[in-house]
């Protein structure tokens, strides 16, 4: 990924370099309106992503294993389109799909720019979603939706997948008699749980992390044998596999990763029992998702909850700023994670979570009236 200095002195947005991936936030209020509003909601995967578009560099490679000319086995060849592994590759392959959609009238969203909208000739809307080559489409009309899709066909190898099932791990279940719609990972965890020996005759718990487990550097590795030992462990494995399931659907595991992660660089045995409490809390909770429901209060306020918990990193005395967003009666935005600096009081540590939150609300807010569902009100709600 090129860095936001390099893009400023190549002359480069660097909005569009950092926008190759939409945040898993618009996708979560991408399907709070498909609940809401009854949409249709269809799944592309673009084939060959990378080889789609044109490089506006001069580069070379060798000629690969089993190409080479005879004869000329020494020479290397100018590339003319992007490869997979090539850093312009990303940037390369949104700039064309971008244009792509400019070209057929679609709007970027100035708040997330992989999220499009369209507006219909009967005042509704069409929303395309792109994260790198998968695409979820949502609107009223089944035929707009065929429509555009004969589009993108044109332009790009496409896969056409039907009706959303998955997208990046995450299960979607409907039951539109009821107007709710589900997100799980249930398959995700299952093979996570599988891959760190969870087995089923563990003992499952009822919490995120226990109160009796006060993780700190102290309980870091001090001898040879404890860091031979922890070698062998898939400390940091094990957390990014929670980080993922945080990330997509599982708030009630931030504050508990967000303890964990901060040791994966000198992890010993307890802080390893902490992180195998996260799992056979998962194993007692796979069935545990984001239900999304019409909700009369869309379009006409925003909720918002956050908190902090004042000094409690036994580290640095940090505190931690937890906050949360609903829409159409599920969780679409949260977040858990400590202070940048040591708060001296609790008057100013509840300030520094309100800020993060308003920010926060601001973004959705912004995100949701770009697309064409404004919020007349936001409150934001603190136990202070």
């Known amino acids: 990924m090129v860095a936001k200095g390099f893009a400023k002195r190549e002359g480069i947005d660097y909005n569009e370099v950092f926008s190759l991936v939409v945040k898993h936030s618009s996708i979560r209020i991408l399907v709070a309106l498909v609940a809401q509003l009854n949409l249709e909601l269809a799944q592309l995967d673009v084939k060959t992503t990378f080889l789609h578009s044109d490089l506006k560099e001069e580069i070379y490679m060798i000629q690969p294993e089993g190409y080479k000319v005879a004869g000329k086995e020494d020479w290397v060849c100018k590339l003319s389109k992007s490869l997979y592994g090539l850093k312009q590759s990303p940037r390369q392959w949104y700039k064309r799909f971008d244009k792509f959609m400019k070209d057929q009238k679609y709007k970027r969203n100035k708040y997330d720019h992989c999220v499009y909208l369209h507006r219909l000739q009967d005042g509704s809307y069409m929303y395309l979603l792109l994260y790198v080559d998968d695409m979820l489409i949502a609107t009223k009309s089944q035929v707009e939706i065929d429509r555009l899709k004969a589009q993108l066909s044109k332009e790009f190898e496409m896969k056409d997948l039907g009706e959303a099932k998955k997208i990046l791990g995450m299960e979607i279940n409907r039951d539109r008699e009821r107007g709710k719609l589900w997100l799980s990972q249930k398959q995700y965890l299952h093979k996570v749980l ?11 718990v009822s919490t995120p992390l226990a109160p009796h487990l006060k993780l700190s ?3 870091s590795p001090t001898t040879d044998e404890d860091r031979e030992y922890m070698a062998k462990v898939p400390y940091a494995n094990a957390v990014g596999s929670l980080m993922y399931a945080m990330v997509c659907m599982r708030p009630n595991i931030s504050q508990s990763v967000s303890v964990v992660s901060r040791y994966m660089h000198d992890s010993d045995k307890g802080h390893w029992q902490a992180v195998r409490w996260i799992l056979r809390y998962l194993q007692n909770t796979l069935d545990v998702g984001l239900a999304f429901e019409q909700d009369e209060s869309l379009g006409k306020c925003m909720v918002g909850y956050c908190d902090f918990d004042y000094a409690g990193d036994l580290d640095k ?4 700023t ?3 967003f609903t829409s159409a009666k599920a969780l679409v935005s949260w977040k ?3 202070q940048s600096t040591v708060a001296l009081s609790t008057t100013k540590a509840e300030y520094v979570a309100i800020t993060e939150a308003v920010k926060e609300a601001i973004w959705l807010h912004g995100l949701l009236k770009d697309l064409g569902v404004g919020q007349k009100q936001l409150e934001l709600y603190s136990d202070s």
């Open 322 to 324: 937890g906050y949360l």
């Open 217 to 219: 550097s102290r309980l």
């Open 194 to 204: 599988q891959r760190f020996a969870m087995h089923e005759d563990t003992k499952p």
């Open 317 to 320: 005395r940090r505190s931690t």
């Open 336 to 338: 858990s994670t400590l």
